[in-house]
């Protein structure tokens, strides 16, 4: 479980993330941290968040944004927000790392998706891109559907596609991760 002071970083992405608040400190309303994307840092792919906003300031450096196919650039004191449901990508734009306060509402468990999203990229688990591989893929889009759904095609066809991949990856016991920490069970020795 994530707490505020915690720092992940993913080695793929090029994604340096501090929380600032969670979704505990906030009942469930926020979570915040501080993201450093390196010169050529990234979010692995456009995605959309169907009920969460996320407001983006920049504190150095420079962004660019990808939104609904329209493209923003921002600058220090410049904040872009992407509404729940918008098509959306970020990269950093420049040629030095970039500072972002980061706000998303609600919280949901985004936590968790960014938490496992590093896991995978440490153990090699994504392409070249912070993407999970096809079976990892598979568990965390029906893990946290609520929380990031690709642009295309509609939740239903990815869901019904992903569904034989899913099962593979359940057989082979990479389900475990996308369990909530609380909820699991320890091993019986």
């Given amino acids: 479980m994530a707490h505020a002071g915690q720092i992940i970083e993913n080695p793929v992405t090029g994604e340096r993330i501090e929380f600032t608040q969670t979704a505990a400190d906030t009942n469930g309303e926020l979570l915040a941290f501080e993201l450093t994307l ?29 939104m609904n196919g329209r493209k923003i650039v921002a600058g220090p004191g410049e904040t872009v927000v992407i509404p ?10 420049g040629d030095t790392a970039a500072v972002v306060r980061v706000e998303v509402r609600p919280a949901l468990r985004m936590e968790d998706l960014l938490e496992t999203t590093v896991r995978l ?25 609520r929380e990031v759904r690709a642009p295309f095609p509609p939740p239903a066809v990815v869901k019904a596609l992903m569904a034989p991949l899913a099962a593979i990856g359940r057989s082979r016991g990479h389900a475990e991760r996308y369990v909530p920490a609380l909820t699991r069970q320890p091993a019986i020795a």
Wanted: proline share 8%; hydrophobic share 30%.
């Fill in 38 to 66: 390196d010169p050529d840092g990234h979010v692995p792919g456009t995605h959309i968040h169907p009920t969460q906003e996320e407001r983006f300031e920049v504190v150095s450096g420079t962004m660019r944004f990808r």
């Fill in 84 to 93: 729940a449901g918008a098509r959306h990508k970020f990269a950093n734009g």
């Fill in 121 to 145: 990229a440490e153990e090699g688990k994504t392409n070249r891109k912070g993407m999970p591989k096809p079976v990892h893929l598979a568990l965390f889009v029906r893990e946290f559907e």
